[in-house]
């Protein structure tokens, strides 16, 4: 177990007033634990954006099963990097639109090459990638 640090930080109190409210909000048990949580977002983010480091992320697509062929160009870019692409979701929204999730890993340049190919496929209407590291970060 590692060592546990005190530190002081000043903060206007206007700004820690809206802090706390989020805590609250976002049921934090105390100031402790949203800062902690806060640093190993930041850490994780800069290290996702300057680094290809394996990591695993799910890639959101919303698209309309109108478009021709919509399904089989989604699959058919699945499976082109099947290595990568661990498990997809195919959720029927509405009579227009679906929606379809899936699980990837890898590099990160490789898995954002992946994201971009099926977000610019025609007709996704909208995606987005979210990756995070396997990394432990204390």
């Not at 062929?69 to 499976?79: A, E």
């Not at 490789?110 to 979210?130: P, Q, Y």
Request: with cysteine; hydrophobic share 35%; glycine share 4%.
């Amino acid at each position: 177990m590692s060592d546990t640090m005190r530190i002081g930080v000043s903060i206007d109190s206007k700004l820690l007033e809206k802090f706390d409210d989020k805590i609250e909000e976002k049921m934090y048990a105390n100031r402790s634990e949203a800062i902690r949580d806060l640093i190993r977002d930041f850490l994780v983010t800069d290290e996702l954006e300057y680094s290809n480091e394996e990591v695993i992320g799910s890639l959101t697509l919303v698209y309309s099963h109108d478009t021709r062929g919509i399904s089989d160009k989604l699959n058919q870019l699945q499976h082109e990097d099947f290595t990568n692409v661990l498990s997809s979701v195919h959720l029927h929204l509405n009579e227009d639109n679906c929606m379809e999730i899936v699980a990837i890993q890898g590099n990160s340049d490789k898995i954002k090459e992946i994201a971009d190919k099926l977000i610019s496929s025609k007709g996704v209407k909208h995606g987005k990638l979210v990756m995070t590291s396997y990394n432990e970060i204390e």
